[in-house]
């Protein structure tokens, strides 16, 4: 049962930021937020996650607001290759299973 | 480092036919996740095993369903007499820790087709 609240679908042009929005409204404050994303024909990847703080690694940058209740995954220059699914997912930190909502299907345009 | 591997990539098989899906964790993971997506659905969790034994296999649809993990290493998901409806992708994970800071691996999934 997704607790996350997603676009279905964004376009991108290829080598600008690509800003994904989430939103988690019952949010409980043991619950990280998990971005992964599925290209097709393959398995979900793990991008990012993060509890409190905003979060960068080599793939995305998360932005997650205040009072938790939403977040943004940042693609600072889309590729072609970004082309995917992409999924947000709130879990307990003694929770195991990943519950995937209909994600945001990013479609990044030359 | 190899990844999560599954096997085989692609299966047909006649209604009221076995079909077996294995999944090959990463190399030191205990815990192993079965999930699927059928055919317009979300993806969804069908168990989780920590070593050999199965923690939570909630998801299983129903008991045509056997995942089995003999050892704690390789894992195999049988499907016993396979329906119409139990056609989709079947994916495997793994992970090191079964926490929520702790992230899992999927490997490509197993396309089931079922005619």
């Known amino acids: 049962d997704a607790k996350t609240t997603q676009p279905p679908s964004m376009d991108c042009a290829e080598g600008r930021a690509a800003n994904l929005p989430c939103n988690h409204s019952t949010i409980s404050g043991n619950e990280y937020v998990y971005w992964y994303r599925q290209i097709h024909s393959q398995g979900p990847q793990y991008i990012i996650h993060?509890?409190?703080n905003n979060e960068t690694n080599e793939m995305a940058s998360l932005i997650i607001t205040e009072d938790r209740k939403s977040s943004t995954l940042i693609l600072p220059h889309a590729t072609l290759r970004d082309t995917a699914v992409y999924y947000c997912i709130v879990r307990a930190a003694d929770d195991y299973k990943l519950s995937f909502g209909a994600g945001t299907t990013v479609t990044v345009r030359a | 480092e190899a990844g999560v591997t599954q096997f085989p990539s692609h299966s047909v098989i006649e209604k009221g036919q076995t079909v077996t899906l294995r999944c090959d964790p990463i190399?030191?993971?205990?815990?192993l996740y079965w999930y699927r997506r059928v055919m317009g659905k979300e993806i969804k969790f069908l168990l989780h095993f920590v070593k050999e034994s199965k923690q939570d296999e909630s998801g299983m649809p129903n008991n045509r369903f056997l995942a089995e993990r003999t050892g704690g290493t390789y894992s195999t998901l049988k499907v016993q007499p396979a329906e119409l409806e139990d056609s989709g992708v079947y994916f495997c994970a793994s992970s090191l820790l079964k926490g929520g800071y702790n992230e899992q691996f999927f490997g490509p999934g197993t396309r089931l087709t079922v005619l």
């Open positions: 993060g509890l409190k």
């Open positions: 190399s030191g993971h205990d815990n």
